[in-house]
């Protein structure tokens, strides 16, 4: 077991979620049934075919939907619907065009209507984003826009964050930078996050626990702990090892 | 009404058209069969058709208004084909000053339309011949039946409303006013409100009379019980010209002949109408679905349609027109009305 | 704070690729357009006009102040981007001399000639200041309120479904009726006059705010929501903070046709018994064939609205300062 760093995130726990759409007179079952407890502090990657569900369990957990069966709880109390504890961030960044960085950084002081612009000033030089305060996001670089996004999601100190492939648009290079800003940000602020990606490099980079999902509707296939010190090298041959070993349950035994 | 009728028809033969004295004479029942040749227009001589091939010619007209019923006559009734004139109509609806920019810049060849809608811009120099006078009479200045309003010099500090700021009925009651003793711009105030909307405002009091013409005005007179307080068909107004034949200038000049046949076939059909008003009625029914075919024959029956001039006679009238519009101020104090009544009009049949 | 961000910070200096650069323009150019307007003052003053026209030296003296005017412009280097311009002007106002007030060439009434024109602002300028300020009276009141009920009903119809199942019918039936067909109904419905013209005016300017309100706020990307909402956005956050900003460049495309619309409708609105306006004026001049005025009207007319579209844009520049390009007026 690795050493979680000192916790200020929120234990999750997810019993039989079952979770579905009517596309006009179709029902499509999208979650199949998925328990799963978290506890506070994990980095949790989800990984799985694509369509299967990661995102819809994201936006479960955020509260932005309701599931038709099963119960979330966050640190014991059930999850009613959307809360600034619990951040949930986007493949694209979001950012709203409008607003500079540094409003859009501010959004949910807006929103509570508390004001403290030093927090503010804080997460922008975490984000490294200092500089650019007044910039549009029209004006960023996919990466850039991306710092803002996380910088956004993190100004309350959310006990929770909620990734749903937030580095998939980026290019290789720029990828490789904001992993390592984001474990940086993990381990300093101390939150719990659940990471769905399809990269497992990335998970395996990134998590202390590894969950695969099956296809549509999806299903709990492995949950795999990561026992490996960070920082974790790419070539190290635990890795490697553990590498091969999800990508045969993911399917892709023969694939290299 | 027999006497004015009678003196307009003096007037005709006093202009020096000689040789159809009968004409000036007619019963008062119009339409009784045996006096049909009393139903032609007082132009000398035979109707001579244009050679050739029949001649192509556009007539503009504004279809809103009965006093006009001639212009489809002429045609329902054979007055072009018996001068062999093909024509073709173009509408103009609502406002008549249209007219004159359609037969100056060549859309059309002739058009019948009110003398005091085209005096005061036929100054700016169109190429448009006034030659005739086509009936007389169709304004009419009305108010709410309990109106305390009796005569014109009631009206001191109301608000007349009209169909257009500029037009006719402004111009006409301008006049009337002068004539009461009242100065038609500082004693009374002059507002524009479309057509079937002036009733209403009279209703809510942003008015205290309104003016237009038929058919309208006698639809309205019925709807919202309203009563006439002057018209154009009283006084020596009665027999002088309302509307007036209007034709292009360079017809005028280089085939006088179809204008001519074109000016006759107009005033023959305005003299048929004048006989036969309930079957006038009838054919101007198909512009006006509105108004009941009978109400048109009483309104053609109404107005002044025995009333026909040409030549001297009705260029007095033209000057006598500028004269009074003089006099309110719509031309100004220095203008030649004698001479100004020589340049826009124009003597075809000498 | 790493290498490889630094192509965005480029991006940023670079928002105007052509700023600085200048071009070289021939020196010649700001000089041509003084001497042309002070032929077109010799030519009005010395050749004889064809008929009786008002105000041929005052004329002439307008286009010699414009002439030396012109060049002193070009002589403190004032004058190089509107040259061409002021050229074309000059000799369009010349063509325009001659072809009318020397040589008659254009066929009357519907022609005027300059000096006609400058006679009509000389002797009716107090009426027709007066017709616009009537004019940009309606217009204010009748735009501003439309617009604003516009986008307010946008808004609805974007954002509450019951508001869009009462609203949306009436909008389809009312909206694109012609102005003119709803006049009586208006006239009808409202007891004074002036009302029922300032709210023809506020139905056509609100109209297309309405659609394109709710159609901005129909396009605005669910995620923009999702974002607010894990940090705790309600409805009126939701609406006032993220869908309407978020609709803002659509809002004002409908602003810019609602003004247009509005200007159309002026015309029909000082059919209603009105004592001054442009349109009223128009009609008046029309009826009486009282061509230079009417083109007067027209001028100011054009002033006032392409003055009106000009503030309008710079507001829109203002509110819409975070979008990458927009169309400039």
Not at chain 1, 160 to 173: F, N, S, T
Request: net charge neutral; glycine share 8%.
């Amino acid at each position: 077991m690795v050493t979680t760093p000192a916790t200020s995130g929120l234990s999750l726990g997810l019993s039989a979620i079952r979770h579905g759409y009517t596309l006009g007179r179709d029902f499509t079952a999208v979650i199949g049934g998925v328990t799963l407890n978290i506890a506070a502090g994990e980095f949790v990657a989800l990984l799985g075919p694509s369509g299967c569900g990661k995102s819809t369990l994201l936006r479960l957990i955020a509260g932005l939907e309701a599931p038709h069966e099963g119960e979330i709880l966050a640190d014991g109390l059930p999850v009613a619907g959307p809360h600034p504890d619990r951040i949930l961030m986007f493949q694209d960044p979001t950012l709203y065009p409008w607003r500079t960085v540094r409003q859009n950084v501010s959004l949910s002081q807006d929103i509570s209507g508390k004001k403290d612009a030093a927090a503010v000033d804080d997460i922008i030089s975490l984000v490294g984003l200092s500089g650019f305060e007044r910039a549009w996001p029209h004006q960023l670089s996919g990466g850039m826009a991306q710092r803002a996004a996380l910088a956004r999601a993190l100004i309350n100190h959310p006990k929770l964050l909620l990734l749903d492939e937030p580095l998939g648009k980026l290019d290789a290079l720029t990828r490789l930078t904001m992993q390592t800003e984001l474990h940086r940000l993990w381990k300093e602020r101390g939150f719990t996050a659940v990471m769905v990606t399809h990269d497992v490099e990335e998970a395996l980079f990134l998590a202390t626990r590894i969950v695969t999902l099956s296809a549509r509707p999806a299903r709990i296939v492995s949950d795999i702990q990561v026992d490996l010190p960070f920082h974790r090298h790419r070539d190290d041959p635990q890795v490697l090892q553990l590498r091969r070993d999800i990508l045969t349950r993911l399917g892709h035994r023969d694939d290299w | 009404m027999i006497s004015h009728r009678l003196a307009s028809r003096r007037t005709l033969l006093g202009a020096g058209l000689s040789g159809v004295a009968a004409l000036a004479i007619r019963p008062a029942s119009g339409q009784s069969a045996g006096h049909e040749e009393m139903c032609h227009a007082a132009i000398p001589g035979e109707v001579r058709p244009l050679p050739g091939a029949p001649r192509k010619v556009t007539i503009a007209w504004n279809e809103n208004s009965v006093c006009v019923a001639a212009v489809p006559v002429a045609k329902e009734k054979g007055f072009f084909a018996q001068h062999n004139l093909d024509v073709d109509y173009v509408n103009f609806g609502g406002s008549t000053d249209q007219l004159l920019e359609a037969i100056s810049t060549g859309k059309a060849d002739a058009a019948p339309g009110m003398a005091l809608r085209w005096l005061k811009p036929l100054q700016q120099g169109f190429d448009v011949k006034l030659v005739a006078g086509l009936h007389a009479g169709c304004l009419y200045l009305s108010v709410p039946a309990d109106s305390a309003i009796r005569q014109l010099t009631d009206l001191k500090g109301k608000t007349i409303g009209v169909p257009d700021i500029g037009g006719p009925e402004r111009n006409f009651f301008s006049i009337r006013l002068k004539e009461a003793g009242l100065d038609p711009e500082s004693d009374v105030s002059w507002r524009a409100f479309p057509t079937d909307l002036l009733p209403l405002a009279l209703q809510r009091g942003d008015i205290q009379a309104l003016s237009n013409s038929d058919p309208v005005n006698w639809l309205q007179k019925r709807q919202f019980s309203l009563r006439d307080i002057d018209t154009n068909m009283t006084g020596k107004w009665a027999h002088t010209t309302c509307c007036v034949i209007g034709v292009r200038g360079s017809l005028v000049r280089n085939e006088p002949d179809v204008a001519r046949a074109i000016t006759r076939a107009i005033l023959d059909a305005g003299a048929w109408l004048a006989c036969n008003p309930v079957e006038a009625g009838q054919i101007f029914h198909a512009y006006s679905p509105k108004a009941s075919a009978d109400d048109l024959g009483a309104m053609i029956r109404a107005q002044g349609h025995h009333h026909q001039t040409l030549t001297g006679s009705f260029r007095d009238e033209i000057a006598t027109y500028a004269e009074a519009l003089k006099n309110v101020g719509i031309f100004r104090p220095s203008f030649d009305t004698a001479r100004y009544a020589s340049r826009v009009t124009q003597d075809l049949f000498v | 704070m790493s290498g490889t961000d630094i192509s965005l910070t480029d991006r940023i200096g670079t928002r105007h690729p052509d700023a600085g650069v200048t071009r070289r323009r021939p020196a010649i150019l700001p000089w041509l357009p003084g001497p042309v307007w002070l032929a077109d003052a010799l030519v009005t003053w010395r050749w004889p006009d064809a008929d009786d026209f008002p105000d041929t030296t005052l004329l002439a003296i307008l286009f010699a102040v414009t002439g030396i005017a012109l060049l002193t412009a070009a002589a403190t280097g004032v004058l190089t981007k509107r040259a061409p311009w002021a050229t074309a002007l000059g000799s369009g106002f010349g063509a325009w001399e001659i072809a009318q007030a020397k040589l008659l060439s254009l066929p009357r009434p519907f022609f005027g000639t300059p000096q006609d024109l400058l006679d009509v602002f000389i002797t009716d300028w107090h009426r027709l200041g007066d017709s616009l300020l009537h004019s940009l009276g309606l217009l204010a009141a009748g735009y501003t309120v439309g617009s604003l009920a516009g986008i307010a009903t946008g808004i609805g119809l974007g954002r509450s479904k019951r508001f869009r199942y009462w609203m949306h019918p009436v909008l389809r039936a009312i909206g694109p009726l012609p102005p003119v067909a709803l006049l009586p109904l208006a006239f009808v419905l409202i007891p004074s006059s002036w009302l029922a013209g300032e709210a023809l005016m506020a139905l056509a300017s609100g109209f297309p705010a309405a659609i394109l309100t709710w159609s901005g706020i129909a396009a605005v990307d669910p995620a923009y929501y999702d974002v607010a909402r894990t940090m705790g956005a309600r409805e009126r956050f939701l609406t006032l903070r993220v869908a309407l900003p978020a609709a803002m460049p659509q809002i004002f495309v409908g602003l810019f046709m609602g003004l247009g619309a509005s200007f159309a409708m002026l015309i029909i609105a000082e059919m209603l018994g009105v004592k001054a306006g442009l349109g009223f004026y128009m009609q008046w001049a029309q009826g009486w064939a009282a061509y230079p005025n009417m083109y007067a009207a027209l001028i100011v007319m054009s002033l006032m609205c392409t003055g009106l579209i000009t503030l309008l844009f710079r507001l829109r520049d203002r509110i819409l300062v975070w979008q990458k390009d927009g169309l400039k007026w």
